[in-house]
């Protein structure tokens, strides 16, 4: 075999390896969007939740007022979270504030 023949072979697999990992990196990424898209529905599901959740627990403890107050505004902070770190600062102030009203 040729030089250039197996230059050619060389440039050839190494075109084809680059590609390959492209792909699997694109394909990575997307399954992380999706991945975080589920994560944001089920936590718009939680927060859809709440108010009914503090509803029924009003009617049985008028005089939680204070709990509920930082409850509601626990799932304004959450809702309005832009970034993972935000979610997760935020999921954790809702969760405290949650376990008050348990």
Avoid: C
């Avoid at 927060?47 to 627990?57: R, S, T």
């Avoid at 009003?58 to 204070?66: D, F, I, L, P, V």
């Amino acid at each position: 075999m040729e030089l250039s023949t197996m230059v050619l072979l060389v440039i050839g697999a190494l075109v084809i390896l680059v590609v390959v990992v492209y792909n699997g990196l694109v394909r990575l990424r997307y399954r992380v969007k999706e991945a975080w898209s589920d994560i944001e529905v089920q936590l718009k599901r939680r927060y859809d939740l709440i108010p009914n959740l503090v509803e029924a627990v009003k009617g049985y403890a008028k005089h939680e007022t204070a709990a509920f107050e930082n409850v509601t505004k626990a799932r304004a902070a959450a809702m309005g979270a832009q970034t993972a770190q935000e979610h997760a600062k935020t999921e954790n102030m809702l969760s405290g504030a949650l376990k008050s009203l348990f």
